[in-house]
């Protein structure tokens, strides 16, 4: 299946998703970060639909997916992947979150443990602030007159500083992709960010978890992948010499530690 495919949530928000690899397959779902789309993936595709049914999804307000107003939460992101999943007919999956799919994937193994096999949270936190920081990105981004101010502000997030001066073709693959966001749904989800806290729950999570952070993490320090790996009971902790994306910038390593602890 080569193009994006769409279901429609509850709510009436149309969510585009893409499944990769043979249907025999366990099936790995992948969430991205905010202000990307499934695309961020491609580069891991490849290697991981080799072992697995790779699903792949934008959330709303995002990619293929439609941007229904407001302020979204991160309650209605998660139910957005369990009736995903309820329309595709998947019973259980391997979930690997990076960032804001992080925050998705706590959430999953808090209120729908029985929908997971193996979690692997990447590059993300419990909790990010202060709400006024995010009050003020939500202004910002909605009164900007396009939106490369704020891609280049998320670039110089997600990669070393060296890579964006060099301007190498994956900067220039994300800096597309980030003027193609609509501000409207980059306010929705910076406001479930926001209003995210799951510093004290995601001790309920049984799922056996993977935290993968990045050392030169300056959106989600390693310091919060290190809490997160301290409250979940066994989870485990891989740190990698990244900045954001550390499934970009350190891909074989990524791949490492995600097929090691899947197979």
Request: net charge negative.
């Amino acid at each position: 299946m080569n193009e994006l495919s769409f279901v429609t949530t509850g709510d009436g928000t149309r969510i585009a998703y893409r499944l990769d690899g043979d249907a025999g397959k366990p099936v790995l779902m992948l969430s991205n970060s905010i202000a990307t789309t499934l695309h961020m993936w491609d580069g891991q595709v490849g290697e991981l639909s080799r072992h697995f049914r790779v699903l792949r999804y934008d959330f709303r307000g995002h990619g293929g997916s439609s941007v229904p107003a407001g302020a979204y939460s991160l309650d209605r992101l998660g139910r957005d992947v369990i009736e995903l999943l309820d329309a595709l007919a998947i019973g259980r999956v391997h979930f690997l979150g990076l960032s804001l799919g992080g925050f998705v994937g706590q959430w999953l193994g808090i209120h729908a443990p029985e929908r997971i096999d193996r979690l692997i949270l990447t590059n993300t936190s419990s909790h990010l602030g202060p709400a006024s920081y995010f009050d003020e990105r939500i202004a910002a981004v909605e009164q900007a007159p396009d939106m490369s101010e704020t891609a280049e502000t998320f670039l110089a997030n997600w990669f070393p500083a060296k890579m964006v001066a060099a301007n190498e073709p994956v900067i220039e693959e994300f800096r597309a992709m980030l003027l193609t966001v609509d501000r409207h749904g980059l306010a929705g989800l910076f406001a479930a960010v926001r209003d995210a806290d799951l510093r004290r729950t995601i001790a309920l999570i049984s799922r056996p978890t993977l935290v993968i952070a990045g050392r030169h993490d300056t959106v989600t320090s390693a310091s919060h992948g290190e809490l997160i790996a301290a409250t979940v009971p066994g989870a485990k902790l891989v740190v990698l010499p990244s900045v954001h994306l550390s499934n970009v910038e350190y891909p074989a390593e990524f791949i490492q530690a995600v097929l090691g602890f899947l197979r």
